[in-house]
């Protein structure tokens, strides 16, 4: 089920509410840092009324670059409210922007990161079997 889209990203919960799907969108090249927090904070509104345990990321065409400072606020403020609503496991696809890549890598090598199993994948299938699993 859509949850919500806009120029950068969409976000949707499967038909069980155990996952939350955010697909990000190739127009994250042009996104700045305060439409990155505007989306994560859009996201965590729908973590916290809908409560999945886990959480696929479609990061291959992400491309915005997250900065150390976006890194730390997204370390500071999205993760503490992933962990208080419960999400245990999280999937990501992984983009072939190498530079982008390593900086969502790099956010998550933050403290609150290693509260979530993470795992990286270039099959959605596989992404989905490994959330799924118990």
């Not at 994250?28 to 859009?42: G, H, I, P, V």
């Not at 409210?81 to 922007?97: C, D, P, R």
């Amino acid at each position: 089920m859509k949850l919500y889209s806009s120029n950068f990203v969409e976000i949707s919960l499967s038909d069980n509410n155990l996952v939350i799907t955010n697909e990000w969108f190739k127009t994250t090249a042009s996104m700045f840092d305060e439409q990155y927090k505007a989306e994560m904070l859009k996201f965590i509104e729908f973590v916290v009324l809908h409560k999945p345990k886990y959480h696929l990321i479609k990061s291959i065409d992400f491309l915005y670059i997250i900065t150390i400072e976006m890194q730390e606020w997204t370390n500071n403020t999205i993760f503490p409210q992933l962990i208080n609503a419960g999400i245990k496991k999280i999937a990501f696809l992984v983009s072939s922007e190498i530079i982008s890549q390593l900086s969502i890598e790099q956010t998550l090598e933050e403290n609150n990161a290693s509260a979530f199993a993470i795992k990286y994948f270039d099959s959605e299938n596989e992404a989905k079997k490994w959330l799924l699993e118990k």
